[in-house]
């Protein structure tokens, strides 16, 4: 599968990381892996940390596996994962954790609240001291939108799915506290997205 927004993303994702991995190893999680474009790229920029995809959806692990074999990328198989449930206890994660990093890209918005939540809430038990969560795409921040675009992209969203929509950082952060992250740092990013970082100390 080939998603044409991926090479949109991906580099100014990257520039975004670096920052806060330099110098880091371990394992990092991708929640909500797609077409496994990203992960690829990830693993390539980022070879200290071992990198693992996820999906709860058969078709996109069939995917992430085929560009994992097309470009030969330090890249894990793919695990099956549904953020929805209870995931941080599986054994596939406790083979991973503590983990250092968790990503999740275009996600929270494209499923109901309970995937935000429960990607928060597995956070705060598999990351590692200063390990880090990380969260692209849109978002509202004290409740207003960062574009009309964005605007126009959430109304689109709830039309389809009432459990869809942009989420609003101010919840995130207070979720996040509740499952012991610390709201770290929020970048700009091309096409009013953002990059938003939690830590758990
Ligand atoms: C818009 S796609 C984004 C894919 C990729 N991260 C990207 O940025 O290209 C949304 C993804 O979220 C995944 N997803 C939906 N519900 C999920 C859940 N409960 N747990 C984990 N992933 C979920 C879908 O299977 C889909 O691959």
């Known amino acids: 599968m080939y998603s044409a927004v991926f090479e949109k993303n991906a580099k100014p994702v990257i520039d975004g990381l670096s920052a806060f991995l330099a110098g880091r190893t371990g394992t990092a999680l991708e929640i909500g892996s797609g077409t496994g474009q990203h992960i690829i790229a990830f693993s390539q920029a980022f070879p200290a940390l071992t990198w693992t995809p996820s999906e709860p959806d058969l078709i996109h692990r069939a995917s992430i596996d085929a560009w994992r074999a097309h470009s030969n990328a330090p890249t894990s198989r793919s695990i099956s994962l549904d953020a ?16 250092t990093l968790i990503l999740s890209l275009n996600v929270i918005h494209i499923s109901p609240i309970g995937v935000l939540h429960g990607i928060l809430n597995g956070a705060g038990k598999t990351l590692g001291p200063d390990g880090f969560l990380g969260f692209y795409g849109p978002f509202t921040e004290n409740g207003a939108h960062t574009g009309d675009g964005n605007a126009m992209f959430d109304r689109r969203l709830r039309a389809d799915n009432p459990d869809w929509g942009v989420r609003d950082i101010d919840d995130l952060r207070e979720t996040g506290a509740g499952a012991g992250l610390v709201f770290h740092a929020l970048l700009p990013m091309p096409s009013n997205n953002r990059l938003l970082i939690l830590t758990k100390p």
């Open 84 to 99: 929805a449930r209870d995931w941080a206890n599986s054994p596939e994660i406790l083979a991973i954790t503590p983990l």
